[in-house]
């Protein structure tokens, strides 16, 4: 508390307080007199010299005083500060988000792309971060930058899109270790690269190359054809109208029949429940809501959005930002776009303002419907945890679908919302949401891709692929891209993918870590310690013996989509593929304190 804050606030006003009662004590003649007195007098003390500064358990009170900074320690509560000595500074200490937007890299060959990221940081040392820049949040987005334009500026545009989560994940592992963030005070928690912006020439090209055009004639099989260039991708989602997006048909047909059910003046007049996409990570929920604009009928006016980044810039921020969204899309179908008031203008009433800009949009689109495909939904109820979007979100989009005809939410995300904070989405739950679990696709949904490649790949090919991925979508076009680029470097060309090339690209695949992203960040840092150990244990071919594995780890694996169980009562991985890298990663941890002490769990 320092020297003078306790005299003046203890031990002044104690001493005048001794005094007075050893007077009154000693019958002193107006003794209860001076006892009053030095009362008062003690209280004036502290009341003239000293005021109280609440602080948020979420703040951190440093206090200035003569132009040198004091950490209180104060970390929620009450603090005393000197009346015109000492001044507050308030610390926010809650995690903070950044998105850039349109940021240009430049490839290996030239090509000049934007790339769009976000990344999250806290301030964890609040002496360190006041003493550092001025504006750190600028810097901040000056290093994340400067670093990604390194990273796609060692690689071709083809294995830029291939490879973009994985160049995200050596920016966060960057970012969380360097040198600047620590002296700073601060700690970068994630960053996440989102869609890549690709000139239209370039894109013209790329697209012939994701319809396999089949311009240069095979001379080893008539009506196929080794094309220059990849055509798969694994990574970014795919776009709307892809051949390369298989399957789904169930999923969309439930979207469109669901969507569909609101037309009509009786329809219209009943209150529409959300739908809600939800299944693990990489399944492909984003590529099916980037379908829509495709599938639905042309009087639905689809607008995609990625809660990632909107949703931390606040409940005006992510509203302004929802009206954005949709205007741009009302421009790009030749519609009247209603005006978007600015940020200042929504920060005061920003459910009024946004009510506002939905009447203009009702107005304009006439007897069309506004779909908003929400990806990533979860980040709402975080940024209500973290106190950056009011609560009251939850019940306003409800509400507004409800009292708006003409508007529809759909959901997309890792959970379903019974799974999600019950207080929170109570007006989404009781028949006011319908659930649509994304999972693997099929062995003919499979199927239908690898018919994709410039070579034919027989059913004990087909099965050997779907066996090591589980027909899981993400892997399915990793595997995909390898073999491509495989089979090219084969001379002669083959007519037909054999087993053994299928085997030589998934050793291809972990030696270089195409997947890890998807290994790495899903499969094991989501996993508990308990998960983690029935992971490596199962990893192990023919494993025998053994501590018995805990059965609540087990389950969340199953629910996870991670493993399955055999009718005899064992356990088996659901992807070969998952398995391998797992048994890789057992070479790293083995001992219970190394799982325990592996990546951060959450």
């Known amino acids: ?72 320690h104060r970390q929620g509560g009450r603090a005393f500060l000197i009346r015109g000595l000492e001044k507050p500074i308030r610390i926010d200490l809650r995690p903070r988000g950044e998105e850039v937007t349109d940021d240009l890299c430049f490839t290996e060959e030239g090509i000049g792309i934007r790339i769009n990221y976000f990344f999250l940081w806290k301030v964890v040392d609040p002496m360190r971060y006041l003493l550092g820049p001025g504006d750190l949040p600028a810097i901040m987005k000056g290093i994340a930058s400067a670093m990604l334009k390194t990273e796609v500026g060692e690689l071709p545009l083809e294995d830029v899109l291939m490879r973009i989560d994985r160049i995200g994940t050596k920016m966060r592992d960057y970012l969380q270790k360097s040198v600047e963030a620590k002296a700073w005070g ?94 693990q990570r990489r399944m492909g929920k984003s590529s099916i809501l980037l379908q829509l604009p495709v599938r639905l009928p042309e009087d639905y006016i689809p607008v995609y959005v990625d809660l990632r980044g909107m949703a931390a810039q606040g409940t005006a921020g992510l509203l302004q930002g929802l009206a954005g969204a949709v205007a741009k899309t009302l421009v790009t179908k030749e519609l009247p776009m209603p005006a978007v008031a600015s940020l200042e203008d929504f920060v005061p009433e920003p459910f009024g303002a946004f009510n506002a800009f939905l009447d203009g949009v009702e107005a304009s689109i006439g007897t069309r419907r506004v779909a908003l495909l929400l990806d990533e939904f979860e980040w709402l109820q975080e940024k209500v945890d973290d106190g950056i979007i009011s609560r009251d979100i ?90 491509m680029e495989y089979i090219h470097t084969r001379e002669p060309l083959p007519e037909e993918a054999s087993v053994c090339d299928v085997t030589a690209v998934l050793d291809v695949i972990l030696e270089k870590g195409d997947a890890d992203y998807y290994f790495e960040d899903y499969v094991w840092r989501y996993s508990t310690p308990a998960e983690r150990e029935a992971l490596v244990a199962l990893a192990r071919p023919g494993r025998q013996g053994g501590p018995p594995l805990q059965e609540e780890a087990l389950r969340s694996l199953e629910h996870r989509e991670i493993l399955t169980q055999r009718r005899d009562g064992t356990w088996r991985y659901r992807v070969e593929l998952v398995r391998r890298w797992v048994a890789r990663k057992a070479r790293e941890v083995t001992t219970t304190a190394d799982i325990l002490k592996g990546l951060p769990l959450w």
């Open 186 to 279: 601060i700690e970068f928690i994630t960053i996440e690269l989102g869609s890549i912006k690709v000139p239209p020439r370039i894109e013209a090209i790329l697209e012939q190359k994701m319809v396999l055009a089949m311009a240069v004639p095979n001379p080893f099989m008539p009506g196929r054809s080794f094309v220059s260039g990849n055509p798969f991708v694994a990574g970014p989602p795919l776009s709307a109208g892809s051949p390369l997006f298989v399957g789904r048909k169930h999923i969309l047909k439930e979207i469109t029949e669901h969507l569909a059910a609101g037309r009509g003046t009786v329809a219209e007049a009943l209150p529409k429940p959300a739908l809600v996409l939800y299944g």
């Open 1 to 72: 508390m320092g020297i003078r804050r306790t005299f003046f606030l203890v031990l002044l006003p104690l001493a005048i307080l001794i005094l007075a009662f050893v007077v009154f004590i000693l019958k002193v003649e107006f003794g209860l007199l001076a006892f009053a007195v030095s009362f008062i007098v003690s209280t004036l003390i502290i009341l003239i010299f000293f005021r109280v500064e609440e602080v948020p358990g979420y703040d951190r009170l440093i206090i200035s005083r003569g132009g040198m900074f004091i950490d209180t």
């Open 394 to 483: 939850f019940g306003y989009l409800s509400s507004a679908i409800k009292l708006r005809p003409r508007l529809f939410l759909v959901f997309a995300g890792l959970h379903s919302l019974e799974q999600m904070r019950r207080e929170y989405w109570t007006a989404f739950l009781s028949g006011n949401s319908v659930g649509i679990h994304v999972s693997y696709l099929s062995q003919a949904e499979a199927g239908r891709l690898l018919g994709m490649l410039p070579v034919d790949t027989s059913p004990r090919v087909q099965q050997h692929i779907c066996l090591a991925t589980g027909c899981q979508p993400y892997l399915l076009q990793v595997i995909c891209y390898r073999l």
